[in-house]
């Protein structure tokens, strides 16, 4: 599966949270149905687990700045929250 493709089909018709602080926010709203993050996340707790309360984790292997790139995006992004697909497969990855 091509990531930036999936991502900007997720962003386009799906529901996206961008940055941590949004991403955890949805986490504990139980909200959030794949988190995806960068290598360089300043959460470790983050970077570290597969699954992140019961949450699937994908670590993304490129940079926040390439990962905003990958969403379309300006700036970068150390994490998103997927809560809804839209018509993407991104919920297929394999956490990683």
């Known amino acids: 599966m091509d990531l930036a493709h999936a991502l900007k089909v997720a962003l386009e018709t799906g529901t996206v949270r961008l940055g941590l602080n949004e991403t955890r926010a949805c986490v504990e709203d139980q909200k959030a149905r794949l988190l995806i993050v960068s290598r360089t996340c300043p959460d470790t707790e983050l970077r570290q687990e597969r699954r992140f309360r019961n949450v699937p984790v994908y670590h993304y292997e490129g940079t926040a700045v390439e990962l905003g790139q990958a969403c379309g995006r300006p700036y970068p ?19 990683a």
């Not at 992004?77 to 956490?95: F, H, Q, R, V």
């Open 77 to 95: 992004i150390s994490a998103l929250a997927i809560l809804d697909p839209g018509s993407s497969a991104i919920l297929t990855l394999e956490p």
